[in-house]
């Protein structure tokens, strides 16, 4: 265990204690998190403590309480066990909804919505509403 992941950890624990969403985005940050700036981070959202430096939060994003954040996955073309990992971006003013799984490298689109409960596993497109297990395009933004 190296002294980056026991910093993020203990920052990611932090974030846990009752206070205001918007201040939650210091200790994501001090987790490894790269924030643009001024976001909303509700109670209980889990970041990947392996490779935290893989998410990218852009401006005025919603991330909603009770969401996961992960950048690795098992490969499931190698015969072993194998960990791979890859980027999480989620673009300026994207609102994801309770208790949504993201898993997978993705990027979620500028204005993007992610409908409660949903499992994200590919890129979501600029301006769009996605939901369901997997997540599924529903309509465009107006």
């Known amino acids: 265990m190296t002294l980056k992941h026991i910093k993020s950890v203990i920052a990611f624990h932090l974030m846990q204690l009752p206070m205001n969403g ?3 985005k210091f200790f994501a940050r001090l987790g490894g ?11 209980g959202v889990t970041f990947d403590t392996v490779y935290p430096e893989n998410i990218s939060i852009g ?28 980027n999480i971006e989620i673009g300026d003013r994207a609102f994801i909804g309770t208790n949504t799984i ?11 919505i992610i ?8 890129d979501i ?3 769009e509403i996605w939901a369901g297990n997997p997540a599924r395009f529903i309509k465009k933004r107006q």
């Open 59 to 86: 401006l005025g994003v919603h991330i909603t309480s009770g969401c996961t954040l992960l950048t690795h996955y098992l490969d499931t073309t190698d015969n072993d066990i194998k960990w791979l990992n890859g």
């Open 115 to 122: 409908g409660a409960g949903s499992v994200v596993t590919k």
């Open 33 to 43: 998190i790269r924030v643009a700036g001024k976001c909303f981070i509700g109670s």
């Open 22 to 24: 918007r201040h939650r």
């Open 102 to 112: 993201i898993a997978k490298p993705c990027r979620i689109g500028r204005r993007a």
């Open 125 to 127: 497109p600029d301006n």
